[in-house]
C-alpha cells in the first residue's frame, strides 16, 4: 500500500476542530495524582488558533471536585492540551471527529518522520468489537 502524500491533499475548512484536553484528578493537598484523563471536545473557529482559544476557555468548565475511592476530597484540574485536530466536515451523526494512523505491527520500528503511531490495545479487552473479517 503507498503512502498518501498530505503535502497535496487540499480538504475546505469545516470551522470545527476536535480538541483533546489533559485533567489530572489529584488529592485534596494536589500533589498525588491519582488518574489522568483525556477529553475530546468539539470547538468551532475560524482558524486552528481560534479553536485552541475557544478550548482553553471552554476547559475549566470540566474541572471540578471528585471523592476517591476511600473517600477523600480531591480535584480535577486542566493540565492543557494534547492535540488538535480539523474536522473534514461539520459535526453531524456519524460525522468523523478523530483519527490517528497507527503502525498495525507494534514490533516494527516507525521512522522518526513517520506520523504515525504504535496500535495501542484496545482497552479494556470486553469493549472491543470483533473485526467483520473475523470468523
Known amino acids: 500500500m503507498g503512502r498518501i502524500d498530505t503535502d497535496e491533499v487540499h480538504v475546505e475548512?469545516?470551522?470545527?476542530?476536535a480538541v483533546q484536553l489533559r485533567y489530572a484528578y489529584l488529592s485534596a493537598d494536589e500533589s498525588d495524582v491519582d488518574l489522568v484523563e483525556d477529553r475530546v471536545i468539539?470547538?468551532?473557529g475560524t482558524d486552528e488558533e481560534a479553536a485552541l482559544g475557544r478550548a482553553v476557555e471552554m476547559a475549566p468548565d470540566y474541572e471540578d471536585d471528585y471523592e476517591t475511592d476511600d473517600g477523600a476530597p480531591g480535584v480535577i484540574r486542566f493540565e492543557g492540551i494534547v492535540a488538535i485536530k480539523e474536522l473534514d466536515d461539520p459535526p453531524a451523526a456519524g460525522a468523523e471527529v478523530w483519527h490517528e494512523f497507527m503502525d498495525p505491527d507494534p514490533s516494527r520500528p516507525i521512522p522518526v518522520n513517520d506520523d504515525s503511531e504504535r496500535l495501542p490495545p484496545v482497552y479494556p479487552e470486553e469493549m472491543a468489537?470483533?473485526?467483520?473479517?473475523?470468523d
Do not use: M
Not at 475548512?13 to 476542530?17: L, R, V
Open 13 to 17: 475548512p469545516s470551522g470545527w476542530y
Open 42 to 44: 468539539l470547538v468551532d
Open 129 to 134: 468489537f470483533p473485526r467483520a473479517r473475523d
